[in-house]
């Protein structure tokens, strides 16, 4: 069965920098349209990022420029390069496949 497991989150300062990864089985991951989502404290699920088989990313506006999407299909992994993290983005990130997500990591801007 479909299994994704996040990793990678912490506690960083306003402005820093942490790479989020998924590992991931169960399915073609090489094939596959994947997508990161948050949810910050008291609020609902939120679509981040995105990235399709070939390689096409899309991002929500509030992430533009800071963010990035990356896969490696040999390691069957997803990435979230996140840069000049702000205190909005505090939230448990999830990376998924259709309705699938994993259990989550959770990233706290802090000073």
């Known amino acids: 069965q479909v299994q994704l497991v996040e990793s990678g989150g912490g506690l960083v300062q306003p402005g820093g920098s942490l790479r989020l990864s998924c590992a991931t089985s169960?399915?073609?991951?090489?094939?596959?349209?994947m997508r990161w989502f948050r949810q910050a404290p008291g609020k609902d699920l939120q679509w981040v990022s995105s990235i399709d088989k070939d390689g096409i990313k899309t991002y929500t506006t509030s992430v533009k420029g800071r963010f990035t999407i990356s896969r490696d299909n040999a390691k069957a992994a997803l990435y979230l390069q996140m840069d000049s993290l702000n205190y909005d983005d505090t939230a448990v990130y999830y990376c998924?496949?259709?309705?699938?997500r994993g259990q989550g990591t959770r990233v706290t801007v802090s000073s």
């Open positions: 169960g399915f073609d991951f090489s094939s596959s349209y």
């Open positions: 998924a496949k259709g309705a699938t």
